[in-house]
């Protein structure tokens, strides 16, 4: 997939240097699941697992995304079924990225694929509620705050607060008529 500077394509085996500057980040994985920078032979594990787990997942999945001449890699985005009211976007961006548009630019592509291509009925999306730059590319993106909540971190081991935020098909088609 393509979107005005990006290419999105799925992860391949010469991918860990750069899930390695994303997941080895301290400041990149302080909002994610994990909390805290992941050694090299866990990256390994899991873009093993990201690799072997893509057919099972299509049309859904993880995407890297680079820019659109190929030199440079910007992170991924994923869109998986999980636990939620809808399908779940998700993204991770290196840091030397941040701020400069592709974040948003990237989930674009896939909310077009999601609610346009795909036909879902909407998409979900949770973030720390302290993590201003992913609320405002979700804001940004269309989505819609539904809820605060508190849950039970597991490698913090207390309960933090995520905001739920979500983005129908029919609020989608409103905003590009």
């Known amino acids: 997939m393509k979107t005005l500077r990006l290419n999105l394509r799925r992860f391949n085996l010469n991918d860990f240097a750069n899930m390695r500057e994303l997941e080895a980040n301290p400041d990149v994985m302080c909002n994610s699941p994990h909390r805290f920078p992941l050694p090299?032979?866990?990256?390994?594990?899991?873009?093993?697992?990201m690799i072997d787990n893509e057919a099972s997942r299509a049309p859904l999945g993880i995407w890297a995304a680079e820019l659109a001449d190929g030199s440079d890699f910007v992170g991924w985005l994923m869109?998986?079924?999980?636990?939620?009211?809808?399908?779940?976007?998700?993204?991770?961006?290196?840091?030397?990225?941040?701020g400069q548009g592709y974040t948003a630019e990237a989930c674009q592509r896939l909310i077009h694929l999601a609610l346009?291509?795909?036909?879902?009925?909407?998409?979900?999306?949770?973030?720390?509620?302290?993590?201003?730059?992913?609320?405002?590319?979700?804001?940004?993106?269309?989505?819609?705050?539904?809820?605060?909540?508190?849950?039970?971190?597991?490698?913090?081991?207390?309960?933090?607060?995520?905001?739920?935020?979500?983005?129908?098909?029919?609020?989608?088609?409103?905003?590009?008529?």
């Open 40 to 49: 090299d032979e866990k990256i390994q594990e899991r873009l093993q697992a």
């Open 79 to 98: 869109l998986l079924q999980r636990d939620l009211p809808f399908v779940e976007l998700g993204f991770m961006i290196v840091q030397r990225h941040w």
């Open 116 to 177: 346009v291509e795909l036909n879902y009925p909407g998409l979900s999306a949770v973030t720390d509620a302290k993590n201003t730059q992913s609320i405002r590319v979700l804001e940004k993106s269309g989505f819609a705050f539904v809820k605060q909540y508190s849950q039970l971190d597991k490698v913090l081991q207390k309960e933090v607060l995520l905001n739920l935020y979500e983005l129908t098909r029919d609020s989608y088609q409103s905003l590009h008529r």
